[in-house]
């Protein structure tokens, strides 16, 4: 009853945001702007929690089996320890090859996107400072605004006078208009007006003053000033490139940007994919500790080896980066602890009882 509570209650309520984002009002696009962000970060977060909920699902459930009985049943009837690992181990290859994925191309890409956006909110906000009755000035642009309907952040009302870089002189007067973001620009979306362009020099060669270029429109996108500086693009550090991208540029890397931390963020990513294979089998293992009674704490510091190992690879990557010693001394040398110890310890598992192993 609670299940079906819940959904109901998340069911409505994605149906009530639905009509808050189609509503058009100031909050809607605060909202579609804040979820848009957000989801531009999940790349980032998915590559670290992968391997953490492949820990966590493996030991909960083999945790479940041991307390249960069931693997001695298992292990009764002549399957070794190995044997019942390999599934995992399967799995474990499958993750692997998702989170290299995720890693290796999207979290780049997403993370230049949020970038991007990024810088392209910070150039356009002077323009949603506009206020009404008042004249501002962004560059070599002018605009006056009479009124501002602030749920919608429409104008209504607008006159824009713009000084070209030749001495040309644009002005431009509306109905109504709305900012919005361009693919690289911040534009004024202009409704019902006029706009008038006229040339520095008002003489032609014959020596006839020259007509002012003049149109009436329904709708004009008019591009406002753009920033002082555009924003880069892909691969200004080594967090925008892709694995194969970073393999291809560690003896070049951009400016900005040096070898060492090419490096460090290659053989890091590198280590958290690889993690994956191994990460279940050691979950197994931790579960298998003590299978006769349930134990808290074997949980608590199974976790904790995990996050351990995980924030000892990250420091190793800032040593990589800041000191330029070489990632095979500082992250490998985990990986391979990690590795080889989950292997060992799996094996003394039927070793111990003296079972074959795969048997």
Do not use: C
């Not at 970060?41 to 492949?54: E, Q, R, V």
């Not at 202009?190 to 014959?206: E, H, I, K, W």
């Not at 994919?273 to 704490?297: D, E, G, M």
């Amino acid at each position: 009853m609670l299940a079906a509570i819940t959904i109901g209650i998340l069911m409505l309520s994605m149906v009530r945001m639905l009509l808050v984002l189609q509503s058009g009002s100031e909050i809607a696009q605060a909202l579609l702007l804040v979820f848009k962000l957000t989801v531009l970060f999940i790349p980032h977060y998915l590559g670290f929690m992968l391997p953490f909920s492949l820990f966590l699902g493996t030991y909960v459930v083999v945790r479940r089996l041991s307390l249960n009985s069931e693997l001695v049943s298992l292990f009764a009837n002549g399957m070794s320890f190995t044997r019942f690992l390999l599934p995992l181990f399967i799995l474990g290859i499958l993750v692997t090859g998702i989170n290299a994925f995720v890693l290796g191309w999207l979290e780049p890409l997403s993370r230049y996107s949020y970038r991007e956006l990024m810088f392209q909110l910070r150039h356009v906000s002077p323009y949603l400072a506009v206020r009404e009755g008042v004249f501002t000035t962004i560059g070599r642009q002018t605009i006056h605004v009479e009124d501002i309907d602030p749920e919608s952040r429409t104008f209504r009302k607008i006159f824009v006078f713009e000084l070209g870089d030749d001495g040309t002189q644009t002005e431009v007067i509306a109905a109504e208009g709305e900012v919005f973001i361009g693919e690289h620009l911040p534009v004024l979306m202009l409704r019902d007006g006029n706009r008038l362009v006229m040339q520095r020099d008002p003489l032609s060669q014959a020596g006839q003053p020259k007509a002012p270029d003049n149109l009436e429109f329904q709708t004009l996108t008019f591009p406002l000033t753009p920033p002082a500086v555009q924003f880069h693009s892909r691969g200004d550090d080594e967090q925008e490139f892709s694995l194969l991208g970073l393999y291809e540029r560690l003896d070049t890397p951009p400016p900005g940007t040096s070898a060492a931390e090419m490096e460090s963020e290659l053989n890091r990513k590198l280590i958290i994919i690889l993690t994956s294979i191994f990460l279940p089998l050691l979950a197994a293992v931790f579960a298998q500790a003590n299978p006769r009674r349930s134990n808290i704490y074997q949980g608590i510091i199974s976790f904790g080896v995990i996050i351990l190992y995980q924030q000892l690879i990250q420091f190793g990557g800032i040593m990589t980066d800041k000191t330029g010693v070489s990632s095979i001394l500082t992250m490998w040398p985990l990986f391979a602890i990690l590795a080889v110890g989950s292997l060992i310890l799996i094996a003394l598992r039927d070793y111990r009882v003296e079972r074959p192993l795969l048997q």
